[in-house]
């Protein structure tokens, strides 16, 4: 069934929920992150160069202030940075993707098969736990960054992220996921 939509509440509604977005009291992190890919999808779908200069605006704001330490949920901020580099060419954009990817390589805790370990803070306060959140956080991250700029070894490591989160989360007989595994206790800590 195809839905029918008026073009113009559709843009409407869009303006509104990216309005609300920039009411709220977000920082560089996870919650960040998510709502502003939205945002950034919403540019991506309308074209409407605002929701680019908010974006931009908000950013900027931030990188005076300054930033955090890189986990993995502080890398979910990279999805905006990603659209303004792609649509501005800054290099500070560039810079700090660059500096997310690198933190995701060398530098993020990973066990067993090179798995990203799930991280909140500098504290390893989920040791050899695997969530579902890390691929929205960093494998997509770095899958889209691998795609966007011709960097295999980026989308290679992304997809190979993929493969083990499913391994380890999704339940064989159901297709369900859990969200977390525990490596050290062998369990999902929760149901599905």
């Known amino acids: 069934?195809?839905?029918?939509?008026?073009?113009?509440?559709?843009?409407?509604?869009?303006?509104?929920?990216?309005?609300?977005?920039?009411?709220?009291?977000?920082?560089?992190?996870?919650?960040?992150?998510?709502?502003?890919?939205?945002?950034?999808?919403?540019?991506?779908?309308?074209?409407?160069?605002?929701?680019l200069e908010k974006m931009a605006a908000w950013v900027d704001e931030y990188l005076e202030a300054g930033l955090p330490g890189w986990t993995v949920n502080t890398c979910a901020m990279g999805h905006m940075l990603l659209t303004l580099y792609e649509q501005t060419k800054d290099p500070k954009y560039l810079e700090l993707i660059d500096s997310k990817i690198d933190y995701l390589e060398h530098k993020a805790l990973r066990f067993g098969d090179r798995v990203?370990?799930?991280?909140?803070?500098?504290?390893?306060?989920?040791?050899?736990?695997?969530?579902a959140d890390t691929l929205f956080m960093a494998a997509y991250f770095m899958l889209r960054v691998g795609v966007a700029m011709g960097?295999?070894?980026?989308?290679?490591?992304?997809?190979?992220?993929?493969?083990?989160?499913?391994?380890?989360?999704?339940?064989?007989?159901?297709?369900?996921?859990?969200?977390?595994?525990?490596?050290?206790?062998?369990?999902?800590?929760?149901?599905?």
């Not at 990203?116 to 736990?129: K, Y």
């Not at 993929?162 to 062998?186: A, M, P, R, S, V």
Request: hydrophobic fraction near 35%; charge should be negative.
């Open 1 to 51: 069934m195809k839905i029918q939509a008026d073009a113009q509440e559709l843009k409407r509604t869009i303006d509104r929920a990216v309005e609300y977005t920039f009411g709220m009291d977000l920082t560089w992190d996870w919650p960040g992150g998510v709502a502003f890919y939205g945002v950034s999808r919403a540019f991506e779908a309308t074209g409407e160069k605002a929701y």
């Open 116 to 131: 990203l370990q799930h991280t909140v803070s500098a504290n390893n306060d989920f040791p050899e736990q695997c969530w």
């Open 151 to 192: 960097e295999k070894r980026l989308v290679d490591d992304a997809l190979h992220q993929f493969l083990w989160h499913i391994n380890y989360l999704q339940d064989e007989n159901t297709g369900l996921w859990y969200h977390g595994y525990n490596h050290l206790k062998k369990d999902h800590m929760s149901g599905i």
